[in-house]
């Protein structure tokens, strides 16, 4: 059964799109994120819960508004706007499409969504990296001995390489199961109506069969020889 025309995107597809405009990490600070704030991104413990945080809550709310949709279209629901992509019928559309993306928040297609998502790691990744190029101001102040800097600055830097290959993971994970979920949310559907059918219908073929087993009852004894 054809539910709908499905476009299939994967990470990597998006993260090129993405490092094709960007050119890379380092350069990209626009600091729209709360997981940027100084206060925040002092500490990888507070930019890592923050970046968290807002991920899962941006995850939430595309399926919230999915489901919304859904409710409200059925399968139709596909055909709608926020669920179509913009088109890239060649390279040099890339930008104007990613563009397109991060401009419609409210697009609930698996391409802007991951590129969405993408927008938000990269800004992650790019706090990681200038994480790495500085040493908090407690530090610098302290009276730790040089020892005991060096050995905070190469755990910090152990960490965060730790957490940039996690959080790409994690990422590439979640992506794969939106899209997963959009594929799979009318079969799921479709499956819980057949199977209250196929309750409704054994309900009825009992009460049938209980009919059936009392119906011989009323014939005892009157049996004849006779064809009459």
């Not at 809550?57 to 409710?71: P, R």
């Not at 991951?114 to 800004?123: E, F, K, T, W």
């Not at 996690?166 to 819980?192: G, M, R």
């Not at 309750?199 to 020889?225: A, H, M």
Request: net charge positive; charged share 25%; aromatic share 12%.
């Amino acid at each position: 059964m054809k539910i709908y025309k499905r476009i299939i995107v994967t990470f990597v597809t998006a993260i090129l799109t993405v490092m094709l405009v960007y050119g890379g990490y380092t350069i990209y600070a626009l600091g729209k994120y709360d997981f940027q704030l100084p206060l925040i991104n002092n500490f990888l413990w507070s930019t890592k819960a923050v970046y968290q945080a807002t991920m899962n809550q941006f995850f939430n709310d595309k399926v919230a508004d999915f489901l919304a949709i859904y409710k409200a279209k059925g399968a139709t629901a596909f055909q709608d706007s926020r669920m179509i992509a913009p088109s890239i019928k060649d390279p040099s559309a890339i930008e104007e499409a990613r563009a397109k993306c991060i401009k419609d928040t409210k697009n609930l297609s698996p391409y802007c969504v991951s590129v969405q998502a993408l927008d938000m790691y990269i800004a992650y990744i790019a706090t990681l990296e200038n994480m790495r190029a500085n040493i908090p101001i407690s530090v610098q102040t302290g009276v730790a001995t040089l020892p005991t800097v060096n050995d905070f600055i190469d755990k910090r830097e152990r960490d965060i390489i730790q957490e940039i290959d996690n959080s790409q993971k994690e990422l590439e994970t979640v992506v794969a199961v939106y899209d997963q979920f959009l594929f799979n949310w009318p079969i799921h559907i479709k499956l819980n109506e057949t199977k209250k059918e196929l309750i409704t219908y054994k309900n009825k073929l009992k009460k049938i069969r209980q009919k059936v087993e009392r119906f011989p009852g009323k014939f005892v004894d009157n049996t004849s020889t006779k064809c009459e």
